[in-house]
Nanobody, 125 residues
């Protein structure tokens, strides 16, 4: 059984940095894509970033490029999302997700089979 557990959410001031982490267990990740999505109140789930586990190729939503960095740790089976200079509009529940067996990075939430429970990130102005 695949289990994804996020940590590191909380309250942060605009301009500060915040790091989210997702610990994965229950499945080999070598042929997978791990992604981060977010959902603000009243909004649809939105792609943030993703990383191909095998060669660390990454993809970002345009509004996150240059501000967020996704990385993975092969020894810990974790995927991190480093948020630099977050803005109040980045306030949302952030979820990590697993697209097992994927070669291409996909941005549709429906393509991902496994999800974490989510971590609230609140950015104050």
């Amino acid at each position: 059984q695949v289990l994804l557990v996020e940590s590191g959410g909380g309250l942060v001031q605009a301009g500060d940095s915040l790091r989210l982490s997702c610990a994965a267990s229950g499945r080999a990740l070598s042929a997978s894509v791990m992604g981060w999505f977010r959902q603000a109140p009243g909004m649809e789930r939105e792609f943030v970033a993703a990383i191909r586990w095998s060669n660390e190729i990454t993809s970002y939503a345009d509004s996150m490029k240059g501000r967020f960095i996704i990385s993975r740790d092969n020894t810990k089976n974790t995927v991190d999302l480093q948020m630099y200079s977050p803005k109040p509009e980045d306030t949302a529940v952030y979820c990590c997700a697993l697209d097992p067996g994927a070669f291409w990075i996909r941005r549709l939430a429906s393509e991902y089979d496994y999800w974490g429970q989510g971590a609230q990130v609140t950015v104050s102005s």
